[in-house]
Nanobody, 124 residues
Framework: QVQLAESGGGLVQAGGSLRLSCAAS????????MGWFRQAPGKEREFVVV????????YYGDSVKGRFTASRDKNKNTVYLQMNSLKPEDTAVYYC?????????????????WGQGTQVTVSS
């Protein structure tokens, strides 16, 4: 069973960048499909990106496409989310998640393991 820990969140001005990390322990992250989700106050958890086990394939939510990039480092057992051109509407708690299998799914119910989340705040 894998444990996930996010880091890298913080406060940034609109137009700025942040890189989030998700470190996996108790298992090999490359054995799992990995996803990033976010949840703003009063809203449902929203899909951001899903990345394949190899890291070669990723699908993005429409609201972040072209601005965010997911990657994974198998040697470090870590998945990253590079966020550029940040907007105030990107403000949320960001979660990484892992699921068994090979399908690149976008719904929260399909994920087996979750991190605690990291806060990202974008000021205007």
């Amino acid at each position: 069973q894998v444990q996930l820990a996010e880091s890298g969140g913080g406060l940034v001005q609109a137009g700025g960048s942040l890189r989030l990390s998700c470190a996996a322990s108790g298992g090999t992250s490359s054995a799992y499909i990995m996803g990033w989700f976010r949840q703003a106050p009063g809203k449902e958890r929203e899909f951001v990106v899903v990345i394949s086990r190899s890291g070669d394939i990723s699908y993005y939510g429409d609201s972040v496409k072209g601005r965010f990039t997911a990657s994974r480092d198998k040697n470090k057992n870590t998945v990253y989310l590079q966020m550029n051109s940040l907007k105030p509407e990107d403000t949320a708690v960001y979660y990484c998640a892992a699921r068994y299998g090979s399908r690149l799914l976008r719904t929260t119910s399909e994920y087996d393991f979750w991190g605690q989340g990291t806060q990202v705040t974008v000021s205007s």
